[in-house]
């Protein structure tokens, strides 16, 4: 991949675990954060595009949800209810920041459409034109089997190709791809870099996955390879802290990259 230094345009995809308490509310200190950092990464002169879960998680609190919903209805009704409570709270953080965003509700099956897809090219690299910060979330009020299962792993795959981004990150709970269940085995080892995936690599995606949101590592394996098959890099990185995306600029994160040759696929 391109050394960091040289890297111009990056699609950060966030999850509802980074974004949330374990109780399942919003946790503003690390949106706060977030915000921040990604200020900072555009303030530097790169194109920064977010790719935002947390819509159902911000609607369930919204509506005062006991529990989070389990009927496909009422998650819909509470991302609905929670994509304008999210963005209302990323305005906020971002404005303290000097920065203006926008929002975008997608489909990962939008490429499947010409016109849809130009589209939204279009609409994207307007707003980066502008020095808007663009944020992506699935249109959860009416897609399903995203919402039941992709937690925006493959959308920010989609995203970072619509965008003909240098660099894909995904911000998770766990610090990357290990060779086995971290949290069932200590000494599981981190794999720091990953250029073919084969079925020893599906067999520790199955094994190792995330502990909240929807996503687990088997979708963030599908995005690596659909960004690889772009000539897009991916990097997985605990977003605990969201000020690793310092360290991943400067290359001194803890991490698993994704560095794919084209022609791979799963």
Same mark, same amino acid.
């Given at each position: 991949?391109?050394?960091?230094?040289?890297?111009?345009?990056?699609?950060?995809?966030?999850?509802?675990?980074?974004?949330?308490?374990?109780?399942?509310?919003?946790?503003?200190?690390k949106i706060d954060q977030l915000a921040m950092a990604l200020s900072d990464?555009?303030?530097?002169?790169?194109?920064?595009?977010?790719?935002?879960?947390?819509?159902?998680?911000?609607?369930? !609190? %919204? #509506?005062?949800?006991?529990?989070?919903?389990?009927?496909?209805?009422?998650?819909?009704? =509470?991302?609905?209810? *929670?994509?304008?409570?999210?963005?209302?709270?990323?305005?906020?953080f971002f404005s303290q920041y000097g920065q203006t965003i926008a929002q975008l509700l997608l489909t990962k099956t939008i490429t499947h459409n010409e016109t849809l897809r130009m589209n939204a090219v279009n609409t994207l690299e307007t707003l980066l034109s502008y020095g808007v910060i663009p944020i992506v979330n699935e249109n959860d009020s009416v897609a399903t089997d995203e919402i039941a299962y992709g937690d925006n792993d493959t959308l920010s795959a989609v995203t970072a190709y619509l965008t003909n981004a240098d660099l894909l990150i995904l911000l998770s709970d766990i610090d990357g791809l290990y060779d086995d269940n971290p949290t069932l085995h200590?000494? !599981? %080892? #981190?794999?720091?870099?990953?250029?073919?995936?084969?079925?020893?690599?599906?067999?520790? =995606?199955?094994?190792? *996955?995330?502990?909240?949101?929807?996503?687990?590592?088997?979708?963030?394996?599908?995005?690596?390879?659909?960004?690889?098959?772009?000539?897009?890099?991916?990097?997985?990185?605990?977003?605990?802290?969201?000020?690793?995306?310092?360290?991943?600029?400067?290359?001194?994160y803890r991490g698993t990259l994704f560095d794919l040759k084209k022609e791979e696929n799963l």
């Open positions: 991949m391109k050394e960091m230094k040289d890297v111009r345009r990056i699609v950060v995809k966030v999850g509802s675990s980074t974004l949330t308490h374990p109780q399942g509310g919003l946790h503003f200190q990464i555009k303030n530097s002169g790169k194109d920064v595009i977010l790719v935002s879960s947390g819509a159902v998680s911000a609607g369930v !609190a %919204k #509506l005062q949800m006991r529990h989070r919903p389990t009927l496909m209805k009422e998650k819909q009704a =509470a991302a609905s209810v *929670g994509q304008s409570e999210l963005m209302f709270i990323y305005d906020k200590p000494n !599981a %080892k #981190l794999i720091p870099v990953v250029n073919h995936i084969s079925e020893e690599i599906q067999a520790m =995606a199955k094994g190792a *996955g995330s502990k909240h949101g929807t996503g687990g590592m088997v979708t963030k394996l599908y995005a690596a390879q659909y960004a690889g098959e772009h000539g897009i890099p991916m990097i997985i990185a605990n977003g605990n802290q969201p000020s690793i995306l310092y360290h991943i600029l400067k290359n001194t």
